[in-house]
């Protein structure tokens, strides 16, 4: 079983006419009608009920589009997540500071302009911070020395 033969039983069983289906997804009618009947064979039950020219979706082919429906939906949700990420860029942002207090606004702000990425914080020692942070990848704030 594939995506392709999933998505195709999805536009049949939403149509319930070969015919349209195949015309929505751009195929040829008998390709489409030989991919679902190699799902049926597949899943060893019939999803349709086929009546002349017109089918029906029977009890085993309503009960498996549910299924297909949340599995495509997760793998479209999936899909939509690494775009956004990959358009957004993913990465890692260092701020060092001798107290949270100086940056909570700006951590604030930063959090409501880019939701996703996860924030986190620790308190660590200027010599602890420096070996953690990868040159030319993290920013380092401290006060001037008083």
Known sequence: MDLLQLRYFQ????YEHISRAAEELRVAQPSLSRTIARLEAELGSPLFDRQGRRIRLNQFGSMFLRHVDRALSELD?????????????????????????TIIPLLGSFRAAFPAPT????S???RRW????APGRSISVWPRNR
């Open 124 to 126: 660590r020692t200027r």
């Open 130 to 133: 420096s070996a953690s942070c």
């Open 77 to 101: 949700d999936g899909r939509r997540a690494v775009r956004e990420a990959r358009d957004l860029g993913l990465g890692r942002v260092s701020v060092a500071s001798e107290t949270l207090l």
């Open 119 to 122: 924030c986190g914080s620790s």
């Open 11 to 14: 536009a049949v069983a939403r």
